[in-house]
């Protein structure tokens, strides 16, 4: 898969089936229509195109209105970019979005930007997709504009679509609530988000569960509550190993207000400040508790560490 973040720089594409939104999560509903990008290019012999927006429109237009805005999401772009990889996608094309293209009238957004930029033999949308400076532009716009312009027009039907904005609602819930094995299953593979590795206490060596501490550039990138999960880190040389994830503001450390994120790797010694981790978390645990000193922390991580070996040793 090609990836684009200038327009000025795109290609003639091969009878490109155009299709657009945030894709956010790439879940299984989302899946299920980029199945059928791929199916609608290959009967036309054509290219599938994706296009996408960076920042998300919410958080820009939120900001214009001097709003905040509570979304949080699932994948980070460049998480998005690896999963639609996989999935067959030939084209992605990361749009930055602006106050000033969010003001596009439905006609320029369709002229200026979709048929000038991508000239697509067929867009792909939902019946409730929405475009153009108050989002004014729809499909009822398309099939009128279909008739003075060449491009075929392909609907995914109210049932497909409300199973995507249900399936996503339900995402952020799931996880939002702990609930992570139900993610997992909405989701078609583990919820997961990727980090540097910082210095932390180094607290967790001294009670001989050494973590790697992880900080998540992406502001909006959705993560669990407080806890203790089951997870799995993918190392930067690609390899897989277990562990345990916490969350929390370590509770049983009176000084220490702040949120942390750490990993203990299950089997693993090696210094990895500074490297990029992938975790995938895989089944809730506990909740977060205080424990009145050190030597109970560390029976429990030890018991912690018992259970998710026992959810291993099961799959």
């Known amino acids: 898969m090609k990836i684009y973040r200038q327009l000025e720089a795109l290609p003639k594409f091969k009878r490109a089936v155009l299709s657009m939104g945030s894709f956010d999560g790439v879940h299984l509903g989302h899946q299920h229509i ?31 209105r001097g709003e905040p805005t509570s979304l949080r999401l699932l994948t980070s772009l460049e998480e998005k970019a690896e999963i639609l990889e996989q999935a067959g996608i030939s084209h992605l094309v990361v749009v930055p979005f602006t106050e000033a293209f969010s003001s596009l009238s439905p006609a320029d957004y369709l002229d200026q930007f979709l048929l000038h930029y991508f000239q697509p033999a067929c867009i792909a949308i939902g019946y409730d997709h929405k475009f153009g400076k108050g989002r004014a532009g729809d499909i009822h716009f398309l099939r009128e504009a279909q008739k003075s312009r060449s491009f075929e027009l392909k609907e995914f039907d109210k049932k497909e679509v409300d199973e995507i904005a249900v399936s996503s609602t339900k995402i952020r819930r799931a996880i939002s609530e702990g609930k992570i094995m139900l993610a997992q299953q909405l989701l078609g593979r583990p919820y997961s988000f990727g980090g540097k590795v910082v210095q932390g206490l180094q607290l967790g060596r001294k009670l001989g569960f050494p973590t790697a501490n992880i900080a998540v550039e ?4 959705l993560l669990p509550p407080e806890g203790i999960y089951v997870a799995q880190v993918i190392l930067p040389n690609g390899e897989k190993k277990q562990g345990m994830l916490y969350r929390g503001p370590r509770p049983t450390l009176e000084n220490e207000p702040n949120i942390t994120l750490e990993i203990n790797i299950f089997d693993f010694e090696g210094d990895l400040y500074g490297q990029e981790l992938k975790v995938e978390m895989l089944k809730y645990l ?13 029976a429990q991580l030890a018991q912690d560490r018992l259970d998710s070996l026992a959810f291993f040793a099961h799959q």
């Open 218 to 221: 992406n502001p909006y990138k």
């Open 34 to 64: 980029i199945k059928q990008l791929v199916q609608l290019a290959k009967e036309r012999d054509g290219e599938t195109v994706l296009l996408t927006f960076d920042p998300h429109p919410r958080i820009v237009l939120a900001q214009k």
């Open 286 to 298: 506990r909740a977060d508790v205080r424990f009145e000193n050190l030597d109970q922390l560390s």
